[in-house]
């Protein structure tokens, strides 16, 4: 069973960074496709960023320039850095995996705002 687990949300001004952090516990972490998305009050979720299992990114346009994401397979673990914050990057980010099934993590809040 795959668990994950976000971390690393907040409260910053505009203009900041934070980097979230999600821990999969579970087997073969290496073959999961990740991603972050987010969700914002009153609106759907939405993909932020992609890695695959071969390290190719997908990352969206809203954020493209300011947001990376990167994978440690020694770690079980998937990044979101995350520079230059905007108001509008405020939001639940959740973390995702997908290898024939799709699993979630609970969700790690931020919000930018002076």
């Known amino acids: 069973q795959v668990q994950l687990v976000e971390s690393g949300g907040g409260l910053v001004q505009p203009g900041g960074s934070l980097t979230l952090s999600c821990v999969f516990s579970g087997s073969m972490f290496s073959i999961y496709a990740m991603g972050w998305y987010r969700q914002a009050p009153g609106k759907e979720r939405e993909l932020v960023a992609l890695?695959?299992?071969?390290?190719?990114?997908n990352i969206a346009d809203s954020v493209k320039g300011r947001f990376t994401i990167s994978r440690d397979n020694n770690r079980n673990t998937v990044y979101l850095q995350m520079n230059s914050l905007k108001p509008e990057d405020t939001a639940v980010y959740y973390c995702n995996a997908d290898h024939l099934r799709t699993y979630w993590g609970q969700g790690t809040q931020v919000t930018v705002s002076s």
């Open positions: 890695i695959t299992r071969g390290y190719s990114t």
